[in-house]
């Protein structure tokens, strides 16, 4: 079956650098758009980024300039490079796969098949 597992978070202080990863297996990774998604607690989840098969990429205007969305579709495993980290930025982050990644809907959770369980980033003030 498919599988997303989320790794590299954990916590840093504001301003400080975190990359997550997220390994894939049981689809044909290169076939998909990848997106990551966060939830704080209280707040729904948000979009903040993706990258489409052809390496297009989309952000949240939060993270624009800051964060960095990549794939390696040799090691089925999409990136987020996360810099200059706010408190704001705290959350559990989640990526995501899309099969079928509608022109300007990057960002709603429904286009999205397969979900990771998520991992937490803490940013100390």
């Known amino acids: 079956q498919v599988q997303l597992v989320e790794s590299g978070g954990g916590l840093v202080q504001a301003g400080g650098s975190l990359k997550l990863s997220c390994a894939a297996s049981?689809?044909?990774?290169?076939?998909?758009?990848m997106g990551w998604f966060r939830q704080a607690p209280g707040k729904e989840r948000e979009f903040v980024a993706a990258i489409r098969r052809s390496r297009a990429t989309y952000y949240t205007d939060s993270v624009k300039g800051r964060f960095t969305i990549s794939r390696d579709n040799a090691k089925n495993t999409v990136y987020l490079q996360m810099n200059s980290l706010k408190p704001e930025d705290a959350a559990v982050y989640y990526c995501?796969?899309?099969?079928?990644?509608?022109?300007?809907?990057?960002?709603?959770?429904?286009?999205?098949?397969?979900w990771g369980q998520g991992t937490q980033v803490t940013v100390s003030s």
């Open positions: 995501a796969a899309a099969y079928e990644l509608q022109l300007g809907a990057f960002s709603a959770e429904a286009q999205y098949d397969y």
């Open positions: 049981g689809l044909t990774f290169r076939d998909y758009a």
